[in-house]
């Protein structure tokens, strides 16, 4: 059955690479980016930034401006409130050598602002990746945390297929990204450990609220309310693991057994083991603190935003402060230090951690997640 965009304005935007690759010397999928609904200047804006987006992140070369994309995009324009096939699209993405088409459509529903991403397999024809955003009054100023969300969604390594997504029934922000540690001997801590999965990003402000929406207490603790890509803060260890919590609705949302990863596996994840086989480096992800870690001193940075350690796991030195499932005594471990007291580094070290009570809250703790 044919899918199909209404749309009102379209805006078409191809940007990136210098020149159009030929599908003989291309060495990644070459994308082009359509943005369905929005007015131009608006739809122009986040198509750059999604592709820049998915370009940054190394999997896409973003197509070029040429001719074939112009006369593309005055088809499009002519059509006016009529409707755009996917199948049609991909044909035309294979005539012109783009391998994958990113469609972003927006609609408002009251005070929400919807968006949502499709990426598009030319080859087969078929939806290869999803993502949603949805916000209350979103203007331009919005549009970097739109594109970061969306692409983000979309270049999850779960979404690198050729078939639909399958039906879900909770918030596309829960799919949340993970990344499979194998496990081994673990010498710096005399212990072996199994294999795992951690959340390849901390829990971002728009996963909790997505999750708590509607909790009488813990809807939106947050402190920093300026991005919702921004790591989860202000939230204690029993907001995450207690009755009701956070866990407890994602596990009902999803199905799954997310739970936080415990000292041991924080610590093996963030030395980049494999296989027992680890990273020697101060910070998780090398000796350089400014290229791994947020600091000092200042705001916390969206997540991933810095070097990745060399299992691609993001912000594991710096950013937030990260509570793990276990303490000593009634007090709790966290680890990987935060954004406001890097300056002299020693927070950030692998080899530190802090305890707490299970009810501290402060804006520099926040969380990320694991499953067995």
Known sequence: ????????????????????????????????VFVVGMDNTLGDKL??????????NSRYTVAT????????????RTQGAGSIDRNALAAWGRTNGVSTICLVADAVKGSDHMFYAHLIDTKESKVSGRGSYIRTGVVEGDLPRV??????????PERRRSTPAPARSYPAELDIEMVRVEGGEFPARSTTVSSFSIGKYEVTRAQWIAVMRGHPTLADPSYWKDDDQLPMQNV????????????????????KTYRLPTDIEWEYAARGCKGGACENYKFSGGDNLDEVATCCGGTPYPVGRKK??????????GSVWEWSADGN????????????????????FLVFRSLDPPDSTHPTIGFRVALD
């Open 236 to 255: 204690s260890w029993n907001n995450i693991t207690g009755s009701d919590g956070f866990l407890d609705r994602l596990n009902n949302f999803t199905g």
């Open 329 to 348: 005594g009634a007090n709790r471990y966290r680890r990987g230090g935060s954004y406001s007291n890097l300056a002299t580094a020693v927070d950030a």
């Open 147 to 156: 594109s970061l969300a969306l692409s983000r969604q979309l270049d999850g």
């Open 1 to 32: 059955m044919k899918q199909n965009y209404k749309i009102s304005l379209c805006a078409l935007l191809l940007v990136g690479a210098a020149s159009m690759m030929t599908a003989g010397a291309q060495t990644k999928p070459t994308l082009a």
């Open 65 to 76: 401006n040429d001719a074939a994309v112009q006369a593309k995009l005055a088809d499009l």
């Open 47 to 56: 198509a750059t930034q999604i592709g820049s987006e998915l370009n940054r």
């Open 308 to 317: 990745p350690n060399s299992l691609g796991i993001y912000d594991m030195s």
